[in-house]
Nanobody, 121 residues
């Protein structure tokens, strides 16, 4: 069973930066993509960014392109999401996920518990 544990969420002012991390337990397939999704109150879970674990190819939602950067350190089995120029509409619980890939939640098998990111105006 793969476990994903997020950390690094918090409260930040609009225009600020925050980095969230996702550490995976042993057993996470190196062939799996890793991704970040987010879910705001009353809204559906939405795609933020994804990275191919082996090759490092990335893909971003239009709403975060140019502001967020997804990365990983393979040796640490850890993924990161660097968030810059944060906006109040970025406020959500951020989830990391691992699985075959894509931009929809159904493409991922394993999920973390989530970490709250709140951006004040």
């Amino acid at each position: 069973q793969v476990q994903l544990v997020e950390s690094g969420g918090g409260l930040v002012q609009a225009g600020g930066s925050l980095r969230v991390s996702c550490a995976a337990s042993r057993g996470a397939s190196s062939s799996y993509a890793r991704a970040w999704f987010r879910q705001a109150p009353g809204k559906e879970r939405e795609f933020v960014a994804t990275i191919a674990w082996g090759g490092g190819t990335t893909n971003y939602a239009d709403s975060v392109k140019g502001r967020f950067t997804i990365s990983r350190v393979i040796a640490k089995n850890t993924m990161y999401l660097q968030m810059n120029s944060l906006k109040p509409e970025d406020t959500a619980v951020y989830y990391c996920a691992a699985g075959p890939g894509g931009t929809r939640p159904v493409g991922y098998i394993y999920w973390g518990q989530g970490t709250q990111v709140t951006v004040s105006s």
